[in-house]
């Protein structure tokens, strides 16, 4: 079984930044693929970035250049730094993990974004 624990969301002002990040339990994190999502009041989630497990990473358009994702296999995390934050960017963002077959989330964080 796997648990995912996002932290580091909280309130900023446009154009600062924060960290995120998602710890996972279990014993599949190194050969997963891990990526954030996130889900603005009455929008679909959308996918923010993810990488690999081999270390490959994609973004989505809004984001590029500004957010960057990690991971650290060591310490079974994610992370995601984003930068030149904006009030767009205000959403509950989700950590996901997949492997062939199986998905998980976590509960979210929030990330409110003041301009």
């Known amino acids: 079984q796997v648990q995912l624990v996002e932290s580091g969301g909280g309130l900023v002002q446009a154009g600062g930044s924060l960290r995120l990040s998602c710890a996972a339990s279990?014993?599949?994190?190194?050969?997963?693929?891990m990526s954030w999502y996130r889900q603005a009041p009455g929008k679909q989630r959308e996918s923010v970035a993810t990488i690999t497990s081999g270390g490959s990473s994609n973004y989505a358009e809004s984001v590029k250049g500004r957010f960057t994702i990690s991971r650290d296999n060591a310490k079974k995390t994610v992370y995601l730094q984003m930068n030149s934050l904006e009030p767009e960017d205000t959403a509950v963002y989700y950590c996901?993990?997949?492997?062939?077959?199986?998905?998980?989330w976590g509960q979210g964080t929030q990330v409110t974004v003041s301009s």
């Open positions: 279990g014993s599949i994190f190194s050969i997963a693929a």
């Open positions: 996901r993990l997949w492997v062939p077959g199986l998905g998980y």
